[in-house]
């Protein structure tokens, strides 16, 4: 029997003798008038099968044991309302191991990953909000978002894989970004321009990957703008 507005996916994906993963997801649209609001959650599970004895996360990360056994779930709200979108997330990893990634397949993408951001690392716990507005009525074209996120880590817990939060590896971090879109037209169709911007800031208590307790206090929060020209095909 099927369900209006009810979206399901399942995903299954193996890697001989390093992991196999799946991947489940579910968003389902409510109409309150004007507006649409969807309600979405995924579930990852990762199983070991050999990534565990290459890694060895318990000699070399400090984990329990040399299993990379683990799960990510994530949830949201999406409402849409005209040119305005407006997003509501959180994700967690167990914290028995990081999950894998590889190919960069971000696993919590358009849940509560931003620029620079590795969140899917044991016992991370992450919550983002964010605003898009779509200025082409105005300028065709042109749209643009804000957001604000927040990632709890654990700081014993010493990532697999060198990560890309900008001279920190494990630690609490919040973020702002801004993008700003301008998709091309006509005989430019398919060109895209974006700039971006990003404040991140970092806990001093806890940076370093053996925090504050070993008189590791360097501050580490950073900016960045990146201006990037994309075309599709």
């Not at 709200?77 to 028995?96: C, E, I, Q, R, W």
């Not at 849940?111 to 909000?129: F, G």
């Not at 898009?132 to 697999?160: E, M, V």
């Amino acid at each position: 029997r099927s369900v209006d507005n009810l979206e399901l996916q399942g995903w299954v994906m193996h890697w001989p003798d390093l992991v196999d993963q799946g991947l489940i997801e579910a968003n389902y649209a409510i109409e309150a008038g004007d507006a649409i609001i969807t309600l979405g959650g995924r579930y990852i599970q990762q199983n070991d099968k050999g990534a565990g004895a290459i890694i060895k996360p318990q000699s070399n990360n400090g984990d329990s044991d040399q299993n990379i056994d683990s799960h990510l779930w994530a949830v949201r709200a999406v409402t849409n309302y005209g040119p305005v979108k407006f997003l509501l997330s959180m994700s967690h990893t167990d914290d028995g191991a990081d999950m894998i990634a590889p190919w960069r397949g971000f696993l919590t993408q358009g849940y509560t990953r931003s620029m620079t951001q590795t969140d899917w690392n044991a016992d991370t716990e992450a919550y983002k909000v964010q605003l898009d507005y779509d200025f082409n009525q105005i300028i065709a074209g042109l749209s643009a978002f804000i957001s604000y996120s927040s990632y709890d880590r654990n700081p014993i817990k010493k990532p697999y894989q060198s990560m890309t939060n900008r001279a920190t590896q494990n630690d609490d971090t919040t973020q702002w970004n801004m993008d700003i879109a301008y998709k091309c037209s006509g005989s430019l169709k398919g060109l895209e321009f974006l700039a971006r911007f990003m404040d991140q800031n970092n806990d001093v208590d806890k940076v370093g990957t053996t925090g504050a307790a070993n008189g590791n206090t360097f501050d580490s929060s950073n900016k960045e703008m990146r201006l990037e020209a994309n075309y599709r095909f």
